[in-house]
């Protein structure tokens, strides 16, 4: 999602979770990591060049990037999922009065996340077996499209928050990014009861 106002001498500014959410940005918290800042970042750069503009990039919690977006305080947010909603607080790339697909940075897919001892499950179409809530990040989409599903949602400010709610049973699954939840788990010994369940939501 992009919304820019005018190119003509200031800086552009872009926003992005602080969480990383690997490979499209890479590190946490409020600076970029320079040697290998991701490849969302690395594109932006190539725009930045070419049209001989400044770029600052800040690094906020989700929800915060939104907010901000909506505010008029920064210019630009990604990586956005598409929203109706969203269309309200900024500009994705059109055709023909359509969203342009071809314009995309990527595609991501949302999955559910479960300890393997759960007897949780998704079909495609609905939960089976959800008795409590699922986790997910404050101001991503899932949230949004989960409550609309009559799912309780219990938001936190990142996947990892929710992964460590989930292997100590506070909750009974997670709603996430799929290769990023999947890196947190290959990397992190402490989730491998943690099992991702097909198809993605």
Partial sequence: MVVINSFAERTIIFALEESENYPY??????????DKPGVSIELLKI????LGIDIEFRREPWKRVIDDL???????AFNASFKQERTKMGVYPKKDGNVDESKRITTLSYCLYKRKDSDLDWNGGEFINLKGALGAPLGYSIVSDLEKMGVKVETSKSTFTDMKKLKYRRIEGVAALEQDTDMVIKNNKEYQDIVKVSPPI
Avoid: W
Avoid at 25 to 34: A, E, M, R, S
Avoid at 47 to 50: F, G, N, S
Avoid at 70 to 76: N, R, S, V, Y
């Fill in 47 to 50: 725009v930045e060049e070419e």
């Fill in 70 to 76: 909506e505010k008029g305080k920064i210019d630009g």
């Fill in 25 to 34: 940005y890479t590190g946490y918290g409020k600076t970029l990591n320079c």
